[in-house]
């Protein structure tokens, strides 16, 4: 489900580590609702959107079903309803989740993805690196994640995104509000720090899953994990933004290196 259709590596070669190297999109590009019709901005991300499909519906079918379930992704499921999907997924179907799809076994599903990875979602080798930033403060802890997520690869960084866009709400239907007849609405409990001790070991891993101490984590490490998920779902909107300033940059430092790729982005735009 998550095809490159448009890759840099068409070009030549001597592919630009540079531009490898910075892989997030235009803000205006990660914005959903984008009309078509509007012109397009320049990328420096030369690769189409890629998300895994299983991701993306099961974040869209709890956004649509699930945000005022009560403790969405702590109550437990069908076992043997979420292999069923999980086998249809794998087989390449095209899997319609609907309202008549439980919850809570989507949100099994989309854990068991994130946690059987062969490769977890912020690649084993910037563990220790992400790891680092919890001891940070303010500005410049925001600084070293959003200079570490430039350096995940295109697929890793645009599943990250969507997923930490789709805690970001859950989080935000968390505590009780009124409807404007008021009614109740029951908030579904998960606060970010919640949900970054449900999702942080499966996002923030040191072994391949089933590898010899591949569940053993000291308390150091997982009380960093936490933190740095809880920082990333709560700045994701501008740790995912490329400002214009850096964006001039390395266009100048491509210029020099790599006219062809200046060529071939303008004429994308």
Same mark, same amino acid.
């Given at each position: 489900? #998550?095809? %490159? *259709?448009d %890759?840099?590596?068409?070009? $030549?070669?001597n592919?630009s580590?540079?531009l @490898?190297?910075?892989?997030?999109?235009?803000?205006?590009?990660?914005? +959903?609702?984008? %009309?078509?019709?509007?012109?397009?901005?320049?990328?420096?991300n030369?690769?189409?959107?890629?998300? +895994?499909?299983?991701?993306?519906?099961?974040?869209?079918?709890?956004?649509?079903? !699930?945000?005022q379930?009560v403790?969405?992704?702590r109550?437990? $499921?069908?076992?043997?309803? *979420?292999?069923?999907?999980?086998?249809?997924?794998?087989?390449g179907?095209?899997?319609?989740?609907?309202?008549h799809? $439980?919850?809570?076994?989507?949100?099994?599903? =989309?854990?068991?993805?994130?946690?059987?990875?062969?490769?977890?979602?912020i690649p084993?080798?910037?563990? #220790? #690196?992400?790891?680092?930033?919890? $001891?940070? /403060?303010?500005?410049?802890?925001?600084?070293?994640?959003?200079?570490?997520l430039?350096?995940?690869?295109?697929?890793?960084s645009?599943?990250?995104?969507?997923?930490?866009?789709f805690?970001?709400?859950?989080?935000?239907?968390? /505590?009780s509000?009124?409807?404007?007849?008021g009614?109740?609405?029951? !908030?579904n409990?998960?606060? *970010?720090?919640?949900?970054?001790?449900?999702?942080?070991p499966?996002?923030?891993?040191? @072994?391949?899953?089933g590898e010899?101490?591949?569940g #053993?984590?000291?308390?150091?490490d %997982?009380?960093?994990?936490?933190?740095?998920?809880?920082? =990333?779902? @709560?700045?994701?909107?501008?740790?995912?933004? *490329?400002?214009?300033?850096?964006q001039?940059?390395?266009?100048?430092?491509?210029?020099?290196?790599?006219?062809?790729?200046?060529?071939?982005?303008l004429?994308?735009?």
């Amino acid at each position: 489900g #998550a095809m %490159s *259709v448009d %890759s840099i590596t068409d070009l $030549s070669d001597n592919t630009s580590k540079l531009l @490898e190297a910075l892989q997030l999109s235009h803000p205006h590009e990660l914005d +959903p609702r984008r %009309s078509l019709g509007k012109k397009k901005m320049l990328s420096l991300n030369p690769i189409t959107w890629q998300v +895994p499909r299983i991701v993306d519906r099961c974040c869209r079918h709890i956004e649509t079903h !699930g945000l005022q379930t009560v403790g969405i992704f702590r109550v437990g $499921s069908s076992k043997k309803r *979420v292999q069923q999907l999980r086998e249809e997924f794998d087989r390449g179907l095209d899997v319609f989740l609907d309202e008549h799809q $439980s919850v809570h076994d989507v949100a099994a599903l =989309l854990k068991e993805f994130l946690r059987d990875m062969p490769d977890s979602l912020i690649p084993r080798e910037l563990y #220790a #690196a992400f790891l680092s930033t919890a $001891s940070m /403060e303010g500005p410049a802890q925001l600084a070293a994640l959003q200079l570490l997520l430039f350096l995940l690869p295109p697929c890793h960084s645009d599943t990250l995104h969507r997923l930490l866009r789709f805690l970001g709400e859950v989080a935000r239907h968390a /505590e009780s509000s009124w409807g404007p007849d008021g009614q109740e609405i029951p !908030g579904n409990k998960m606060t *970010v720090s919640n949900l970054a001790t449900v999702f942080g070991p499966n996002i923030l891993r040191k @072994e391949k899953p089933g590898e010899k101490d591949a569940g #053993a984590m000291n308390f150091e490490d %997982s009380t960093a994990i936490i933190l740095v998920l809880q920082r =990333l779902i @709560e700045h994701y909107q501008t740790l995912f933004m *490329v400002s214009p300033e850096m964006q001039r940059d390395v266009l100048r430092r491509l210029f020099q290196t790599d006219p062809d790729v200046i060529d071939y982005l303008l004429r994308r735009k």
